[in-house]
C-alpha cells in the first residue's frame, strides 16, 4: 500500500468506528484493562479493522497492536526480530477520548528489521495528519515540516512526575504534564509548541512513528542512558527533543541516578 493509502485507511477506520462513538460511548462500552487504563469498543473495533487490511494486504507482516498485545505479549516480544512488521494503536489517548476531550489520535508504524520506516499519526476530531517516511521527511496534512531553531531553556512536558528527576522540584523551567495522548504530544513537539517530552516505560504503539518523524526533523529519541530509542519491550525513561542539544540540556538537568536504572 501506498503511504496515502495506510492514511486513507486510518481516516476510513477512524470515521467509521471512532469518531461515531465520541462523546456517546454508552456505559457497556468502555472496560478497564488494569485500573485507570481503559479500553472501548472504539479501540478494539478499531485495531481489528486496520489490522484486518494490513495483512490482506502483507500476509506476512507482523501486526502489533495495543489491544491484541494486551492479551498475547509475544506479539511485542516478537517485534525487534521481525523482518517486517506494523505496530497498531488504533485509539491512542483512550482515557481523553473517553472524558470526551479531542486530544486522541490513530497511530500506525512500519517497520524493517525493527528499524520504523514509515509512520502515520491522524487526529480525527483535529482533522490533522502526521506522515513521514524515513529519508523523505515529514508532513502536516500534506505540507512539509522542517526543524525549527530552539533557544532559551527548554519547554519541558512529562507524563510522570518520577521522571522528571530532579526537575520536578524546579521553579526556574518551564515544566509542565503532557496531554496524555503521544499523537498529540509528539505533533506539538515536531510543529514548536515545546521543546521535550519525558515518558516512563515507553511503548511501542505510542512512540514508533513518532520517533520517526523526529528523526526526520533533526530531533532524537533516546533513554536517559543515552541510548537511541528502538520499538520493542517498554523499559527505562524515554527523552525525546528536538534537537541533540536540547537532549542533552534536559538530560543534565534531570540528573538524578534512580531515575536511570
Not at 42 to 59: G, K, L
Not at 154 to 176: C, F, I, K, M, Y
Not at 229 to 244: D, E, F, H
Request: aromatic letters at 6%; proline letters at 7%.
Amino acid at each position: 500500500m501506498t503511504t496515502d493509502e495506510i492514511l486513507d485507511l486510518l481516516r476510513e477506520v477512524a470515521a467509521d468506528v471512532i469518531t461515531p462513538r465520541f462523546r456517546a460511548l454508552a456505559a457497556g462500552e468502555i472496560d478497564e484493562k488494569t485500573p485507570g487504563d481503559y479500553v472501548t469498543v472504539a479501540d478494539r473495533e478499531a485495531e481489528v479493522a486496520i489490522t484486518a487490511r494490513i495483512h490482506a494486504e502483507y500476509p506476512d507482516a507482523l501486526v502489533v497492536g495495543e489491544e491484541a498485545s494486551f492479551t498475547d505479549p509475544g506479539l511485542m516480544a516478537a517485534l525487534p526480530g521481525a523482518e517486517h512488521s506494523f505496530v497498531v494503536d488504533p485509539v491512542d489517548g483512550t482515557r481523553n477520548f473517553v472524558q470526551g476531550n479531542p486530544d486522541h489520535a490513530v497511530m500506525l508504524a512500519e517497520l524493517r528489521r525493527g528499524v520504523v520506516i514509515r509512520g502515520w499519526i491522524w487526529q480525527p476530531e483535529h482533522e490533522t495528519a502526521f506522515v513521514a517516511e524515513r529519508g523523505a521527511g515529514v508532513t502536516r496534512n500534506g505540507s512539509a515540516l522542517a526543524a525549527i531553531p530552539r533557544q532559551g531553556t527548554p519547554r519541558v512536558e512529562s507524563s510522570s512526575r518520577r521522571a522528571l528527576g530532579a526537575l520536578a522540584g524546579r521553579t526556574d523551567w518551564p515544566v509542565a504534564r503532557t496531554r496524555f495522548c503521544c499523537g498529540v504530544d509528539y505533533p506539538r513537539l515536531l510543529v514548536g509548541e515545546l521543546d521535550a517530552l519525558l515518558y516512563a516505560l515507553p511503548k511501542p504503539w505510542d512512540h514508533a512513528a513518532a520517533s520517526l518523524m523526529l528523526d526526520e526533523v533533526g530531533g532524537v529519541t533516546r533513554l536517559l542512558d543515552g541510548t537511541t530509542y528502538v520499538p520493542g519491550r517498554p523499559m527505562g525513561v524515554l527523552l525525546a527533543s528536538a534537537t541533540p542539544a536540547v537532549w542533552s540540556t534536559v538530560d543534565a538537568a534531570i540528573a538524578t541516578e534512580p531515575v536511570r536504572r
